[in-house]
């Protein structure tokens, strides 16, 4: 079970592709200088699985490459280890604005998923299930807003093996997913992996000396822009376009803002205190 108090954070987020190192040399290397963390008291390597939401004609992955300044993302996440998951999910809402990303999440039984997916009422199973957990309920309310708004469904779900790293300040965590394999939800059912490790840097406050010493050992090729949702939707949905091809080109996007991105911007936007700039510019 979860027990944090509060689901909510904020953080700069830097993402790497790396392809000359093995799994086991990435792991080897991070640990001479952070140690591996153990997510609620289970250290070493774990399954995750995310099912991500979005509309029939992949609008929020549109607004991806679109770059704009405002975007955000459902998904709903399970963990597992030696090959038993969590008899929870975890509903995440990233927000992106302004370089800056924020993430609000709630609890949810796995056996509320599909009557969740449906948007049926949950509120006092969410009550229930989210004891003691900050801003859970409202969470709750502001994403199934989303969900009735745009009539999100699942469209991708991606499951990788990852390894954490983290010290007990927070202030600097690492995480590493390998083996990342995306599955179609919409039409024929179709999986593809990739090719590539992954490894993400969430820093508060000042980069560590070591860090950047890291970034030049393990040859990380940096990414200016990375989704995993991204590479699932190319790989299945739009294969000639290539797997990590985060541009607009060869999707037709309709240039004027969605009115469903508004709306969504206009639910947002007092929770976040975003400015009206975050939705307009690109």
Not at 57 to 80: A, C, Q, S, T, W
Not at 110 to 118: M, T
Not at 162 to 184: E, L, M, W
Not at 200 to 227: A, C, D, Y
Request: charged content about 30%; some cysteine; overall charge positive.
């Amino acid at each position: 079970m979860m027990t944090s108090s509060n689901l909510s954070f904020n953080r700069k987020e830097k993402k790497s592709l790396i392809l000359e190192h093995s799994f086991a040399e990435i792991v080897e290397e991070i640990s001479a200088h952070i140690p591996v963390h153990s997510y609620d008291g289970n250290p070493g390597l774990l399954t995750v699985e995310t099912t991500y939401l979005d509309t029939n004609d992949f609008m929020l992955y549109k607004e991806f490459l679109l770059k704009r300044k405002f975007r955000y993302k459902i998904r709903v996440r399970r963990y597992g280890y030696d090959g038993v998951f969590a008899p929870e999910y975890l509903v995440e809402m990233k927000v992106s604005h302004d370089s800056m990303s924020s993430k609000k999440r709630f609890v949810l039984p796995a056996e509320c998923l599909e009557a969740f997916l449906r948007n049926e009422d949950l509120r006092s199973v969410i009550k229930e299930a989210n004891k003691g957990l900050k801003g859970a309920q409202k969470t709750y309310k502001i994403m199934t807003e989303l969900i009735r708004i745009n009539r999100f469904v699942p469209v991708l779900q991606t499951s990788y093996q990852r390894i954490a790293f983290q010290k007990k300040s927070k202030r600097v965590r690492i995480t590493v997913d390998n083996g990342i394999t995306h599955k179609q939800l919409l039409g024929k059912a179709k999986t593809e992996t990739l090719d590539a490790i992954v490894l993400e840097t969430k820093i508060i406050g000042k980069t560590p000396k070591w860090h950047k010493k890291m970034v030049n050992k393990l040859s990380l090729l940096q990414q200016q822009r990375f989704s995993k949702y991204a590479t699932g939707i190319n790989a299945l949905y739009y294969p000639e376009r290539g797997k990590y091809n985060f541009t607009k080109e060869g999707v037709t996007i309709d240039p004027e803002i969605p009115q469903r991105i508004k709306d969504s911007f206009d639910v947002l936007k007092s929770v976040l205190k975003l400015e009206n700039t975050s939705l307009y510019e690109a």
